[in-house]
C-alpha cells in the first residue's frame, strides 16, 4: 500500500505561480511513476503530467506544456508539479497518482484525495 497525500493547493490570480506537493508513505516511492491529474468541474479527469520511476523521463498534457514543470525527490518521497503562468482554465482539483512500475509493483495504483487550485481575477 502506499499513501499519497497533496498540498499546496489554493487560489491565485491569472498569471501567477503555484507548486503542488505530494508526499508518499507506506511502500517504496521509487518503485512507482508518478503523475498528477486534475478535474475541472463538469469535466473529466484528465493527465497533466507524468514522470518515470527514476525521474529520467516526463511527459504532459499539451495544454501545459512549457508552464508546468513534474519533479520528484525519491530521497524524500516526494513529487512536485511546479506551475507558472497559470490560466482561468487550470483551476481544478489536482490529484497525485502512483503506477507501479517494477515485477513487485506492476499493476498497482493509488490515488491521493487531491488539493483544489483556483485561478481567477
Known amino acids: 500500500q502506499l499513501q499519497l497525500v497533496e498540498s499546496g493547493g489554493g487560489s491565485v490570480q491569472p498569471g501567477r505561480s503555484l507548486r503542488l506537493s505530494c508526499v508518499a508513505s507506506?511502500?517504496?516511492?521509487?518503485?512507482?511513476?508518478m503523475a498528477w491529474y486534475r478535474q475541472a468541474p463538469g469535466k473529466q479527469r484528465e493527465l497533466v503530467a507524468i514522470?518515470?520511476?527514476?525521474?529520467?523521463?516526463?511527459n504532459y498534457a499539451d495544454s501545459v506544456k512549457g508552464r508546468f514543470t513534474i519533479s520528484r525527490d525519491n530521497a524524500k518521497n516526494m513529487v512536485y508539479l511546479q506551475m507558472n503562468s497559470l490560466k482561468l482554465e487550470d483551476t481544478a482539483v489536482y490529484s497525485c497518482?502512483?503506477?507501479?512500475?517494477?515485477?513487485?509493483?506492476?499493476?498497482?495504483?493509488?490515488w491521493g484525495k487531491g488539493t483544489l487550485v483556483t485561478v481567477s481575477s
Open positions: 514522470i518515470s520511476s527514476g525521474g529520467d523521463s516526463t
Open positions: 507506506g511502500s517504496i516511492f521509487k518503485l512507482y511513476e
Open positions: 497518482n502512483a503506477r507501479g512500475d517494477s515485477p513487485s509493483t506492476y499493476g498497482m495504483s493509488y
